[in-house]
């Protein structure tokens, strides 16, 4: 039983396509997040749902939209995407109000 | 803002060693602190925690100690081994919110272990 999946592993797109990501986590958990790891392996949060309710943006562009259609699940969706979008891309989830979180294996984004 | 900082790698060491990887916080409050390990290919995989000052998370012969004093949570290990090569990252969340709770994360350190 896996915690928390993505899909797909990995992508390989043009420039100015669109895509989504998606992630489902059967924990039980309130609150999921997205978060990006670059070329150099630095992490950093985009997103956090509570309820299906956008609680965090980082500072994110709006060519980024995550959607929550419930609790388990919080898609990613991107617009436009452009070369510096390449990354891996990793969901998450905990309790709400907790701090553990649990990752997904991540999704490998490559823009070409 | 909150900020977590971890010794630059990659580090290199022979099996059986003994493992130090350093990392430092700036954060208000009372943040709970965190070691990830990231093998090759896969996602984060919590290894270690501590909730609050002087204590001490451990798992699988790691541990880290909450040092409030010098805003440290260091990870050690007594003797490494090859399997152990992987990346390691720390963070910190401050918690105690209902709307969840982001955690910042340091650079990670690469560790190579060599038999």
């Known amino acids: 039983d896996t915690a928390v999946s993505q899909t797909p592993k990995y992508l390989v797109t043009q420039m100015g396509n669109d895509k989504s990501i998606k992630c489902e986590q059967n924990l039980g958990h309130d609150t999921m997040y997205w978060y990006k790891q670059d070329s150099k392996k630095f992490l950093k949060i985009m997103f956090s749902?509570?309820?299906?309710?956008?609680?965090i943006n980082e500072t994110v562009p709006n060519r980024f939209s995550p959607k929550s259609p419930d609790k388990a699940h919080l898609n990613l969706h991107i617009n436009s995407l452009e070369l510096g979008d390449s990354a891996v891309y990793f969901c998450?989830?905990?309790?709400?109000?907790?701090?553990?979180?649990?990752f997904g294996p991540g999704t490998r984004l490559t823009v070409t | 803002g909150d900020s977590v900082t971890q010794m630059e790698g990659p580090v290199t060491l022979s099996e059986e060693a003994f493992l130090t990887i350093n990392c430092t916080y700036t954060a208000t409050g009372y943040p709970s602190l965190f070691w990830y390990v990231q093998y090759p290919g896969e996602g984060l995989q919590l290894l270690l925690k501590?909730?609050?000052?002087?204590d001490k998370g451990s798992n699988k012969g790691f541990e880290a100690t909450y040092r409030k004093e010098t805003t440290s949570f260091h990870l050690e290990k007594g003797s490494v081994q090859v399997s152990d090569s992987a990346v390691y990252f720390c963070?910190?969340?401050?918690?105690?919110?209902?709307?969840?709770?982001?955690?910042?994360f340091g650079g990670g350190t690469r560790l190579m272990v060599k038999p």
């Open positions: 501590a909730t609050k000052a002087d």
């Open positions: 998450a989830s905990s309790r709400q109000g907790g701090t553990e979180q649990y």
């Open positions: 963070a910190l969340s401050k918690g105690g919110s209902n709307a969840g709770n982001m955690l910042t």
């Open positions: 749902y509570n309820n299906k309710e956008l609680i």
